[in-house]
C-alpha cells in the first residue's frame, strides 16, 4: 500500500514537473513570438521607398541618409519636369501644375499664378505651343539645413514657325517632412523658390 502510495506521488510529481516545464515552454515561445513580430515591425517601419531611374525599391532608413543627394536630385528634377513641360492642352496643363504643386510650397503656386495672369497658359493654348525642359545640374548644398539647391537647366519651346531653346536657372531649398506620400514619393517640399535667369540662347525657324 505504501510503495503504491509512493509511486502515485512520483507520479504526481513527474506530472507537476512536467506541467511546470511545458509551461514554461509556452511562455518562452509566446516571448520569442512577440519579440520576433516587434522586430519584424520596426523593421518594416525602418523602410523607405528609394527610387532610381524612375523605378522603386525598398530601402532602409540609413539608405535614405547614404542617398540623401540622389533622392532631393531627383524631387527637384521632378519638381521642374512637371511645371514646365506642358502642352497646347487646358487639362493637361491643370494635370501638369497639379502635380508640380504638390511638391513645392506657396513660391512656386505665386509664380503658377503670375503666370495665368498674364495669360502665358492661354497663349501656349491658342498658339498650339509646346515646351519641354532638361536638366543640365543641380548644385546642392547638403550643409544647410533645409538643403539649398541651384536648377540648371533648357528649356525648349516649340511654335508652329520655330523652336526657342532658353537657359533656365532656378534656385530653393528643399526641406524634409519625413513622410512620404502617393503625391510625394520622396516626402520632401521645395521653398523660396525663384527663377535666377530664363533667357532666349536661340532661335530657329522652322520650315512650314
Not at 3 to 24: C, G, P, Q, Y
Request: glycine residues 4%; contains cysteine.
Amino acid at each position: 500500500m505504501i510503495k503504491h502510495l509512493n509511486n502515485i506521488d512520483t507520479a504526481f510529481k513527474h506530472i507537476r514537473l512536467f506541467s511546470i516545464v511545458f509551461l514554461l515552454a509556452t511562455a518562452a515561445l509566446g516571448c520569442y513570438m512577440v519579440y520576433s513580430s516587434q522586430l519584424q515591425h520596426d523593421r518594416d517601419n525602418k523602410r523607405v521607398i528609394v527610387i532610381a531611374g524612375g523605378k522603386a525599391f525598398i530601402g532602409l532608413e540609413g539608405q535614405r541618409k547614404d542617398n540623401i543627394a540622389v533622392e532631393v536630385r531627383d524631387h527637384i528634377k521632378t519638381f521642374h519636369e512637371d511645371f514646365f513641360n506642358l502642352s497646347p492642352d487646358e487639362k493637361a496643363i491643370e494635370s501638369q501644375m497639379a502635380k508640380a504643386l504638390y511638391l513645392a510650397d506657396r513660391s512656386a503656386q505665386n509664380q503658377y499664378e503670375q503666370l495665368q495672369e498674364k495669360g502665358y497658359y492661354n497663349s501656349l493654348i491658342a498658339g498650339n505651343v509646346s515646351q519641354q525642359v532638361s536638366c543640365d545640374s543641380i548644385v546642392l548644398d547638403l550643409a544647410s539645413d533645409p538643403i539649398y539647391f541651384k536648377y540648371y537647366g533648357i528649356q525648349k519651346i516649340t511654335r508652329p514657325s520655330a523652336i526657342i531653346t532658353r537657359s533656365l536657372v532656378t534656385e530653393g531649398y528643399v526641406r524634409d517632412l519625413r513622410e512620404r506620400t502617393d503625391n510625394n514619393p520622396h516626402g520632401f517640399l521645395i521653398e523660396r523658390w525663384q527663377t535666377l535667369e530664363n533667357k532666349d540662347l536661340s532661335v530657329k525657324k522652322r520650315l512650314p
